[in-house]
Nanobody, 115 residues
Framework: DQLTESGGDSVQSGESLRLSCVAS????????MGWFRRGPEKERELVAA????????YYADSVKGRFTLARDDAKNLLFLQMNSLKPEDTGVYYC?????????WGQGTQVTVSS
């Protein structure tokens, strides 16, 4: 049972990145999925989440209108399209899966946005 993130990079303010998370070893389609991030000297925060059926999404106020979350259940993939990146988006981004108290975390991918 694991989640593996990719797509993190160092970019300039205003640029875009697309994070990916591939799941293995569990029934991906049953799990609500989300992206969390931990910025420098900050607590981990929920950035975006999507329900198991894909019908409901949540975005933190700080990323609304800039980030888009999507899931591909056929490929066990979760995506986070991040546009108009800002320095405050810098941090380690973690993929999360949650279903009936069962929870998995990825190892994280670093996103660094320079002004």
């Amino acid at each position: 049972d694991q989640l593996t993130e990719s797509g993190g990079d160092s970019v300039q303010s205003g640029e875009s990145l697309r994070l990916s998370c591939v799941a293995s070893g569990f029934a991906f389609n049953l799990y609500a999925m989300g992206w969390f991030r931990r910025g420098p000297e900050k607590e981990r925060e929920l950035v975006a989440a999507i329900s198991a059926d894909g019908k409901m999404t949540y975005y933190a106020d700080s990323v609304k209108g800039r980030f888009t979350l999507a899931r591909d259940d056929a490929k066990n993939l979760l995506f986070l399209q991040m546009n108009s990146l800002k320095p405050e988006d810098t941090g380690v981004y973690y993929c999360n899966a949650l279903f009936l108290g069962m929870e998995f975390w990825g190892q994280g991918t670093q996103v660094t946005v320079s002004s």
